[in-house]
């Protein structure tokens, strides 16, 4: 049967661990050193960006493939970067703080040299993409040194789901700050739009990357991590309170990521509905209609906005109680609708998904994440990250089954990479998904039950908790598909 793949925590201990290392290697040729986490040395040169409130909203910059290939040249540097008319040190790609947009077909291949013009060592991983974890490809275990350049070739499957996925640094041990300091952006796979019926043909679609910058009281720097900072600002698309224009009845495509380390987001768009038709770039079986959306670090939601009456809005995110930091309610946009005309059907699904509830499962795994006060680690099964271990080793072609639960006083955000899975439960509550994901929000003291194809690509990859900070102090492990 052909399968068609439609596919913040932060911690007021935080400081404590600044000066601590971490306990496990950084990756594949690691010399067991841990990874700095000082703020990276910035170029002697004035901010590359300046951001300002109620600009339009402005569209990240595009790397668009072409005949089949996306080539690309990442130049990663150190530079300050000006936020709100307060200098920053920040990471830039291609001398901006806004990363670029990586956009692409399925089918296509993607080609790009990360030239690391910094003090630090990096890499990337591509969230959300079902590529080979292997060499060159999705291989988070790869080092990139200072002063290195690396070569990076995803094959992207010609029946890859379309919809919005994102990029960023996963350096072990400095993955937050990294992402902190900007080194994350939008990847966009061709072929959604496609999906809706004709009248929404030429929709206007938008992204909207939301990220925070945190400064601690007293500094003119970024605070990293960001344990709770006396100054924020959240940015979209890298700027403050952008202004967003519809007109009354038109339907636009709004592609909202959460692209930040370790910030959550609980979108509302006032006076409007946000009508989902893809969460974490897999196409619903069910568009489902939703008064605001939760987006943990790392979650993707792809949905379609009518607009209503004629006025000023404002897109926000209320106020989210993950646990231990509360993340007050801010405006992130305002919303500008125009007089217009009638609003075009909304559609009522998207694609069909497997459904995993007939599936035979090869393997039940249980994994328990807690964390642990003194010395503070966050933990899998009571154990930190291990660079050498192995904490699973399912069959490639095979299902199973592994139930997630969470022993600790926060929500911990679920994700794995190179395959998606299906929600079967929440709570000892059946659940019903509307397709795959790849990130899945963990209730205090509850339980999360998902199933996992292991589909088309062997070798070792991991997953961990999203909020980088605690995926940076050991909430990660190792998955190792083996070949039948």
Request: net charge negative.
């Amino acid at each position: 049967m052909t399968r068609r793949r439609m596919r913040w925590f932060v911690v007021a201990w935080a400081m404590v661990l600044l000066a601590a290392s971490c306990t496990s290697d950084g990756g594949e040729g690691d010399d067991g050193a841990s990874p700095s986490s000082q703020a990276p040395s910035p170029a002697a040169t004035a901010p590359i960006t300046a951001t300002s409130e109620g600009e339009p909203l402005a569209t990240p910059p595009e790397l668009v493939s072409a005949d089949g290939t996306l080539s690309a040249t990442l130049t990663l540097e150190q530079t300050l970067v000006d936020v709100a008319g307060e200098s920053v040190t920040a990471l830039a790609v291609n001398e901006s703080w806004t990363m670029p947009t990586l956009r692409f077909a399925p089918g296509d291949t993607v080609e790009l040299d990360l030239v690391n013009d910094t003090d630090q060592r990096v890499n990337l991983h591509f969230h959300g993409l079902h590529v080979s974890p292997k060499g060159e490809s999705d291989n988070v275990f790869r080092v990139v040194e200072p002063g290195t350049t690396a070569h990076y070739r995803l094959d992207i499957p010609a029946d890859h789901e379309p919809g919005t996925f994102w990029y960023h640094s996963h350096m072990h041990g400095i993955s937050d700050e990294q992402v902190y300091r900007g080194m994350s952006g939008i990847m966009i796979v061709d072929g959604l739009a496609e999906l809706l019926p004709e009248v929404l043909a030429d929709v206007e679609q938008r992204v909207f990357a939301f990220k925070q910058v945190g400064f601690a009281e007293g500094s003119d720097g970024m605070e990293i991590p960001a344990a709770a900072p006396k100054r924020q600002h959240l940015v979209v698309n890298g700027q403050l309170r952008p202004e967003v224009s519809i007109r009354e009845g038109e339907t636009q495509l709004w592609r909202l990521a959460n692209i930040s380390a370790d910030t959550w987001f609980d979108v509302k768009l006032r006076g409007h509905t946000l009508h989902v038709i893809a969460e974490d770039a897999w196409p619903v079986a069910e568009v489902w209609p939703a008064d605001s959306l939760v987006l943990p670090p790392g979650k993707r939601f792809d949905v379609l906005v009518q607009g209503g009456d004629t006025g000023v809005t404002e897109l926000i995110t209320r106020t989210y109680d993950q646990g231990f930091q509360v993340f007050p309610e801010e405006t992130l946009a305002m919303v500008a609708v125009s007089g217009g005309g009638d609003p075009a059907p909304i559609p009522e699904q998207m694609a069909p998904f497997e459904d995993l509830e007939g599936a035979e499962i090869a393997q039940e795994r249980s994994f328990d994440f807690t964390i642990q006060p003194k010395p503070l680690e966050f933990l899998i099964n009571g154990k930190a990250y291990n660079h050498h271990r192995i904490d699973a080793t399912p069959t490639l072609g095979t299902v199973e089954e592994w139930t997630l639960t969470n022993n600790s006083t926060e929500q911990h955000p679920f994700h794995i990479h190179v395959n998606d899975f299906q929600v079967m439960s929440v709570d000892g509550k059946p659940y019903d998904a509307k397709g795959r994901q790849d990130t899945v929000v963990l209730p205090i003291g509850g339980e999360v039950v998902i199933r996992i194809p292991f589909e088309d690509f062997d070798g070792k990859f991991v997953f961990h908790c999203h909020i980088l900070f605690h995926e940076d102090h050991g909430m990660m492990a190792i998955v190792d598909v083996e070949a039948a």
